[in-house]
């Protein structure tokens, strides 16, 4: 692999080809520039896979019901990729998910492709290049691809521009019923799951949950509320009927406009991204201290200095 040209590695991903996809993803994580060709070349064929965003509070049991649902989507003959987030610092190494994910079961199953993203606190929750990850195993043909995000806050808002239906897992006894107000989650989420229901507050959890859907959504009707344990695969099932029905009643247009929002969010990753490289390497390090410099002794603010350094990268084009 070590010598496989751009053209190359694009045409492997084409065909499926595992170790392709996990090179392809390595190099738009780490040298978005490098991976441009390849990106290039399988970008005509993206755009068709589903992509389901699963969100929750940590340890809600994403992981396993994400595992659970694969082995019922395999059993349908999908081919499925699965985008974990690891909200991990770069101390860590993402060592701890990566650990995790080597666990799940399906991990040596060749139609299925899992891997792990640092976020690093990058846009919402999302690692950088989620966007291209997606592409990658759109070209090599999954036909789903699950999205496992980070916690329960504003930041899950950005998973909804790039998946096409929105799962929000809630455990019972979490006060994630009043999450669910707080957070503003309520309008991204298309199913509730509520996991972990072999607790004891399982049933009072779904009363209140269903009760507070209800009354927030103002007659418009509400979004399934589906009970599962994932541990032991209860409601799995359940949920995927519900996702299948979405499926089909979802109108094309809906599902083309959540699409479209994949777009503009990649190409302001991307161009976020190239006009911080054009900050870090055409403004001279020694230039660059003694801005700071300057600002330190407050001869200058740095608002001024941002504008400065903007109109000198205009001009350097
Ligand atoms: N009792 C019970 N435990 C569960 C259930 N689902 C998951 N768990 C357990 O909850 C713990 C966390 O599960 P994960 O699947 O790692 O949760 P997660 O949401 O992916 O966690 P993070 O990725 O760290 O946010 C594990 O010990 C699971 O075995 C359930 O339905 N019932
Ligand atoms: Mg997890």
Known sequence: MKKMGMSDLAQEILKGNHRAIARAISLVENDRNAAREMM???FPHTGGSLIIGITGSPGSGKSTLVDQMTGLLRKKRDKIGIVAMDPSSPFSGGAILGDRIRMMQHSVDPQIFIRSMATRGHLGGLARATGEAISILEAAGKNIILVETVGVGQDEVEVVKLADIILVILIPGAGDEIQVFKAGIMEIADIFVLN??????????????????????????????????????????????????????????????????LIPWMLMDIISEKIYHSVTHDIESSEFESLIERIYRREIDPYTVADEIVEKLKKSR
């Open 40 to 42: 290039k070349k399988i």
């Open 196 to 261: 972990k229901s072999d607790s004891p507050f399982a049933e009072r959890m779904e009363k209140q949950l269903r009760a507070m859907l209800d009354l927030g959504l103002g007659g418009k009707a509400p979004p399934p509320v589906v009970k599962t344990v994932a541990t032991d695969g209860q409601g799995v099932d359940k949920l995927v009927k519900e996702i299948d029905k979405l499926v089909a009643d979802r109108d094309q247009e809906l599902r083309d406009s959540r699409k479209k929002r």
